[in-house]
T-cell receptor
Framework: AQRVTQPEKLLSVFKGAPVELKCNYSYSGSPELFWYVQYSRQRLQLLLRHISRESIKGFTADLNKGETSFHLKKPFAQEEDSAMYYCALSNSGYALNFGKGTSLLVTP | DTEVTQTPKHLVMGMTNKKSLKCEQHMGHRAMYWYKQKAKKPPELMFV???????INESVPSRFSPECPNSSLLNLHLHALQPEDSALYLC??????????????FGAGSRLTVL
């Protein structure tokens, strides 16, 4: 069975501090992993996906198959990064299964 | 047009009512999805349509009835709902269900309250 675990419900950091949102997964095949973000009063939107290995809004995430992790990182958090972040796993291109989400709060 | 449009934005209905939620996209996507999201919880998959055919039904009660009249439209018909069905219903679409790293585009949601 596939499962996505985000151990932190809430993460609070100061502006300018590094931030890491943890995501672990269990899946028997080759996973396709994503980070989605939901800003206040906005729709859920893609932040980044492991297959493209890109940096979006300063965020990066590396798939570590040995540790079955896909942690989201940013070296210097900004107040506008405050949002709900969901790690998600796609089963062979099928629909996404989401983790429970981590609420990131960046304070000045 | 790169959006998924959902109507209505808000819906209040009684347990005996029949109503429908609508979703539309004009991105040429051939996969469409319904998710249910309760407050402070992640979205939960309900249905997946691929090329206008129901591909996945995640054991959703029959009081929710999806319909895909064409490749651009997805409806969710509601009948005899319970108060615990109150939630944000999200529609999403993607290129198809076969592409690697299938990216979903979400609508803003329809907030349903069942009295």
């Amino acid at each position: 069975a596939q499962r996505v675990t985000q151990p932190e419900k809430l993460l609070s950091v100061f502006k300018g501090a590094p931030v890491e949102l943890k995501c672990n997964y269990s899946y028997s095949g080759s996973p396709e992993l994503f980070w989605y973000v939901q800003y206040s009063r906005q729709r859920l939107q893609l932040l980044l996906r492991h297959i493209s290995r890109e940096s979006i809004k300063g965020f990066t995430a590396d798939l570590n198959k040995g540790e079955t992790s896909f942690h989201l990182k940013k070296p210097f958090a900004q107040e506008e990064d405050s949002a709900m972040y969901y790690c998600a796993l796609s089963n062979s291109g099928y629909a996404l299964n989401f983790g429970k989400g981590t609420s990131l709060l960046v304070t000045p | 047009d790169t959006e998924v449009t959902q109507t209505p934005k808000h819906l209040v209905m009684g347990m005996t009512n029949k109503k429908s939620l609508k979703c539309e996209q004009h991105m040429g996507h051939r996969a469409m999805y319904w998710y249910k999201q309760k407050a402070k919880k992640p979205p939960e998959l309900m249905f997946v349509y691929s090329y206008e055919k129901l591909s996945i039904n995640e054991s959703v009660p029959s009081r929710f009835s999806p319909e895909c009249p064409n490749s651009s439209l997805l409806n969710l018909h509601l009948h005899a709902l319970q108060p615990e069905d109150s939630a944000l219903y999200l529609c999403a679409s993607s290129q198809d269900i076969f592409s690697g790293a299938n990216v979903l585009t979400f609508g803003a949601g329809s907030r349903l309250t069942v009295l």
